[in-house]
């Protein structure tokens, strides 16, 4: 039987999970791009993770990643590459509980300047910036990041190289 997708809003849903598309983007020195962000109404309740975010209509996950991979960042020369985890989540932002299927996509860039200039409404109250982070400093880190195991999933990515089928990580319920 077919999975069932709908709209919601803007953003795409399929078996009642947001669709969204994220990305793992490395520059020439192996540097991770990470988005610092918070609840809107309480900055001291903050954590970083990757661009990304819901598909819009009918595009594809590759064409969403590309996407909001440009308005979060101001990144546009990339090399989109394979899909590297998968991952369900949920967790509370902005007064409401978001159920997500989330497809990281691996891509790399020599564009290490960042702009944000298409955030949205939402975007623009909870996002503080961005950074590029080495592996070493998300494994010393001490503050919260999404995916919870990115440090070791960026190590094995850099040691090994991209999987050959998507890994599917744990569930993340928050």
Known sequence: MPAETTRTGEDTYEDGLRKVARVVLLD??????????????DPADDWWF???????GSETREE????????ETGVTDVALGPVLWRRRCSFPFAGRRWDQDEWYYLARTSQTATAAL????????????????????????????????????????????????????DTEIV
């Open 28 to 41: 020439p020195e192996d540097r991770i791009l990470l988005l610092h962000g918070h609840e809107p109404e």
């Open 64 to 71: 969403a990643a590309l996407r909001e991979l440009a308005e």
């Open 50 to 56: 990757t661009p990304g975010g819901g598909l819009e």
């Open 118 to 169: 298409g955030l949205t409404e939402l975007e623009r109250r909870s996002v503080a910036g961005a950074r590029w982070w080495t592996c070493q400093e998300l494994t010393r880190t001490h503050e919260t990041v999404y995916p919870t195991r990115l440090a070791e999933l960026l190590r094995t990515l850099l040691d090994e190289g991209p999987p050959a089928r998507p890994v599917i990580l």
